[in-house]
């Protein structure tokens, strides 16, 4: 999948997120946000100018949000962004509204919608993470320019090819061929197990 469909999967199939900021204290606070919209341009979602959150938004210009589809854990998908953020005011608006009329209920009166302005992250990394796969499956993205930077575990020329962090791994995601492990990183939990149990110390965390 490329970012735009991971962006697209969120507003089509999670829609509901959780959006962490920080507040004037640099303490973080959590609100529940609908993601209305997403093209090659970033992911898009709205807010009432008077609200605190807009604030926040406009404070720090940055945010995390994570949804999950799923009816349990063992059957869920979970995707997680964090990036830039940017007011672009309401000329968005109406493509929002238009793909989630549930807003006209909210905001009934155009006067009362004069209160909404639109926001787009325009940059950022995400993961994708499925646990209905076995073994499990992940991903990770960027989009707007973002670098995306490797992250997990992995094996150094040090490994000697004992065997003990595949004896270890709960996803049994390491292969070891001509006496070096890999580990498969789509695979990978990122649980440490393996580092820990190496007794060369020859798995690194990036």
Same mark, same amino acid.
């Given at each position: 999948?490329?970012?735009?469909?991971?962006?697209?999967?969120?507003?089509?199939?999670?829609?509901? *997120?959780?959006?962490?900021?920080? =507040?004037? $204290?640099?303490?973080?606070? *959590? $609100?529940? +946000?609908?993601?209305?919209?997403?093209?090659?341009?970033?992911?898009? !979602?709205?807010?009432?100018?008077? %609200?605190?959150?807009?604030?926040?938004?406009? =404070?720090?210009?940055?945010?995390?949000?994570?949804?999950? %589809?799923?009816?349990?854990?063992?059957? $869920?998908?979970?995707?997680?962004?964090?990036?830039?953020?940017?007011?672009?005011?309401?000329?968005?608006?109406?493509?929002?509204?238009?793909?989630?009329?549930?807003?006209?209920?909210?905001?009934? *009166?155009?006067?009362?919608?004069?209160?909404?302005?639109?926001?787009?992250?325009?940059?950022? +990394?995400?993961?994708? !993470?499925?646990?209905?796969?076995?073994?499990?499956?992940?991903? @990770?993205? @960027?989009?707007?320019?973002?670098?995306?930077?490797? %992250?997990?575990?992995?094996?150094?020329?040090?490994? +000697?090819?004992?065997?003990?962090?595949?004896?270890?791994?709960?996803? @049994?995601?390491? =292969?070891?061929?001509?006496?070096?492990?890999? +580990?498969?990183?789509?695979?990978?939990?990122?649980?440490?197990?393996?580092?820990?149990?190496?007794?060369?110390?020859?798995?690194?965390?990036?």
């Amino acid at each position: 999948m490329t970012a735009n469909d991971y962006l697209k999967f969120i507003v089509e199939q999670i829609h509901s *997120t959780v959006v962490a900021t920080v =507040d004037k $204290c640099g303490l973080p606070v *959590t $609100c529940v +946000i609908d993601m209305m919209y997403a093209d090659e341009n970033g992911l898009y !979602f709205l807010t009432a100018k008077g %609200k605190n959150f807009y604030q926040r938004l406009k =404070d720090n210009g940055y945010i995390a949000l994570s949804g999950m %589809k799923g009816e349990n854990t063992m059957n $869920c998908t979970a995707l997680s962004i964090r990036g830039k953020v940017r007011e672009i005011g309401a000329d968005m608006l109406p493509v929002l509204l238009e793909n989630n009329p549930y807003m006209l209920e909210i905001y009934p *009166t155009d006067e009362s919608r004069k209160a909404l302005t639109v926001f787009r992250v325009y940059e950022g +990394i995400g993961e994708w !993470f499925d646990l209905s796969k076995k073994p499990i499956e992940r991903d @990770s993205f @960027s989009f707007g320019g973002a670098e995306n930077t490797a %992250k997990g575990y992995f094996v150094t020329e040090g490994c +000697i090819g004992c065997g003990s962090c595949l004896l270890n791994c709960p996803q @049994s995601c390491i =292969d070891i061929a001509d006496k070096k492990a890999v +580990i498969r990183q789509p695979n990978c939990l990122h649980c440490g197990n393996c580092a820990q149990i190496c007794p060369v110390g020859a798995v690194e965390r990036r």
